[in-house]
């Protein structure tokens, strides 16, 4: 499928918009960081788009899914929850937190967030995929959020400081209910909405308090 590029240069417009943000407001020195993050967020996607294709080669897993809203729902915290923010915060391991302050690692994270959920854009696009504007402000957000959560833990493990595991727990589950009610569709959209906003204010409260801690 050949894909206009003003499709695929559409797919950024969210990550561009919080870099330029981030460009004008950090230091200089911090671009080269916020580009990186941009890399690993490409990085992030290939693992975990290996992983969820095995799977369900392996297991068969759209039509263990599809039996029961309880594999929708085990489906979703696992293939899409948990593989992927396994993915992302795997990655933000290769960034370093004795050079770099622990609101400046969420903020890198959120960037790396974005640029994953900015390159599957582009696969669903390229497989199909009709919903972009819906992504913009849903799927893309969520990705960004979750992986703020997940820095949480990250930056805890880097640090080696005990506790802050539940955040990447809450990352996988927020992610994972949220495709288990996307999925559903019809009246189940705003459970999706609520794992949403769910999702950005835990994000906020970790933005919050690495503030406290600079």
Request: with cysteine; hydrophobic share 55%; charged share 10%.
């Amino acid at each position: 499928m050949t894909l206009p590029l003003w499709h695929i240069a559409l797919c950024f417009v969210p990550l561009l918009t919080v870099e330029i943000i981030l460009i004008i407001r950090c230091k200089k020195e911090f671009a080269l960081l916020l580009q990186g993050a941009v890399l690993l967020g490409l990085v992030a996607l290939i693992p975990a788009t290996l992983v969820q294709t095995l799977w369900l080669k392996l297991f068969s897993g759209g039509h263990f899914a599809a039996g029961s809203l309880a594999g929708l729902l085990v489906f979703s915290i696992l293939v899409n929850g948990f593989i992927e923010e396994a993915s992302k915060a795997g990655c933000l391991f290769f960034l370093s937190s004795k050079k770099i302050s622990f609101t400046a690692f969420l903020l890198l994270a959120l960037v790396a967030g974005l640029s994953f959920s900015s390159f599957e854009t582009v696969v669903y696009l390229i497989n199909g995929a009709k919903n972009l504007f819906v992504r913009f402000f849903t799927a893309e957000l969520l990705h960004a959020m979750c992986s703020v959560c997940s820095a949480v833990t990250v930056w805890n493990i880097k640090a080696k400081k005990r506790g802050g595991y539940s955040w990447f727990v809450r990352a996988v589950l927020l992610h994972g209910f949220y495709n288990f009610f996307y999925t559903l569709g019809s009246g189940f959209i705003a459970c999706a909405i609520v794992c949403l906003i769910a999702s950005a204010f835990y994000a906020y409260k970790a933005y919050a308090t690495s503030k406290t801690q600079a």
